[in-house]
């Protein structure tokens, strides 16, 4: 009577004492792979938890799809626009026959090309006329607005070494390149406030020639 009272205690009992490893016992409930977890812990997701991350993940995996694209597209139209230059240290023995120019490395001046060599500077040699021209005057445009003395050591006497002239030249092709119309324009305002400049010198080299000559007739 009093087992009945307590709900079938001895059912209870015997269920208890089933081990776990039968298919009544606490197995029962495992998931047939072999999970550890339960099957209602393993059960697939709801159909909104999947739209929801897919909306989630689509879209950031879609940007970086679109960044990798865009990466190879880059390196692709650097690899097209970059022109073919060796940048070396000039010796006064050595002799070039490919098209080059001089760029000098000391003083504030650095940077500046050059169509004669100097005793500082670097030589910078190209496959052909049109690049010696494209890069000459790339040179130039940087050393007029002063690009190059971010890179300048030496306390003394100012320098730039040609790892960083190099870096300087690389980077600003790609650019000046991408833009080409814009640079040649540019490069054409620089070439004509170059001769409007030599003239101005001349002008003044002729003016200062004629204060030497009256003052020394006077003195005469």
């Not at 799809?65 to 390196?75: E, I, Y």
Request: net charge positive; hydrophobic share 40%.
């Amino acid at each position: 009577m009093r087992q009945a009272k307590l709900g079938g205690f001895p059912q209870a009992q015997r269920t208890s004492g089933l081990s776990r490893s039968s298919p009544t016992g606490f197995d029962k409930n495992l998931h047939p792979l072999g999970s550890i977890f339960p099957k209602n812990l393993v059960n697939p997701p709801p159909p909104t938890f999947i739209k929801a991350f897919s909306f989630l993940f689509f879209p950031f995996f879609f940007s970086l799809l679109k960044m990798s694209v865009r990466s190879v597209a880059s390196k692709t139209l650097m690899a097209c626009y970059m022109k073919t230059f060796r940048l070396k240290t000039h010796r006064p023995e050595n002799t070039y026959t490919k098209a080059h120019f001089f760029i000098l490395n000391k003083g504030l001046n650095s940077g500046k090309p050059l169509n004669t060599p100097c005793p500082n500077c670097f030589v910078c040699i190209v496959e052909n006329e049109a690049d010696r021209e494209f890069l000459y005057w790339l040179c130039f445009g940087l050393w007029r607005s002063k690009s190059f003395h971010f890179y300048l050591k030496g306390s003394v006497i100012p320098f730039i070494t040609i790892d960083e002239i190099r870096k300087v030249i690389r980077d600003s092709e790609v650019k000046a390149s991408t833009k080409e119309k814009a640079f040649d324009k540019s490069i054409q305002a620089l070439k004509l406030l170059d001769v409007n400049e030599q003239k101005l010198k001349l002008t003044l080299k002729m003016i200062d020639t004629a204060r030497q000559s009256i003052f020394h007739n006077l003195m005469k």
